[in-house]
């Protein structure tokens, strides 16, 4: 799913015209944004959160020439999906398992 498509069903669900959702969207990654530049933390509850890590600078290598160089350090947004987020996409069906699901070969 793209923005345009992630627009057009916040529109469907909300009932805002397609263009105030997209407003309403762009404001939203512009504040989520903006929190980040301050490295600040975003928490979603039942969603996730967003933070802000630092990276430390470190050596690293040119794979063609295979010259060492030097990775000067740098900010990363890191994700930590909610444990209510990774349930619901880990959830296992109830049941006993087949014959062949037991029989792992090789």
């Given at each position: 799913?793209?923005?345009?498509?992630?627009?057009?069903?916040?529109?469907?669900?909300?009932?805002?015209?397609?263009?105030?959702?997209?407003?309403?969207?762009?404001?939203?990654?512009?504040?989520?944004?903006?929190?980040?530049?301050?490295?600040?933390?975003?928490?979603?509850?039942?969603?996730?959160?967003?933070?802000?890590?630092?990276?430390?600078?470190?050596?690293?290598?040119?794979?063609?020439?295979?010259?060492?160089?030097?990775?000067?350090?740098?900010?990363?947004v890191n994700?930590?999906?909610?444990?209510?987020?990774?349930?619901?996409?880990?959830?296992?069906?109830?049941?006993?398992?087949?014959?062949?699901?037991?029989?792992?070969?090789?």
């Amino acid at each position: 799913m793209n923005k345009k498509e992630l627009c057009n069903a916040l529109a469907e669900r909300t009932g805002l015209s397609k263009t105030e959702s997209q407003k309403a969207f762009n404001a939203v990654i512009e504040i989520i944004t903006n929190e980040m530049k301050q490295n600040g933390r975003i928490t979603l509850i039942g969603f996730g959160s967003f933070s802000v890590k630092q990276k430390a600078a470190r050596k690293g290598m040119n794979p063609t020439s295979f010259a060492p160089i030097d990775i000067p350090a740098k900010k990363v947004v890191n994700f930590k999906p909610s444990i209510y987020l990774n349930h619901l996409l880990n959830v296992k069906k109830r049941g006993r398992k087949r014959k062949d699901e037991n029989n792992i070969s090789l």
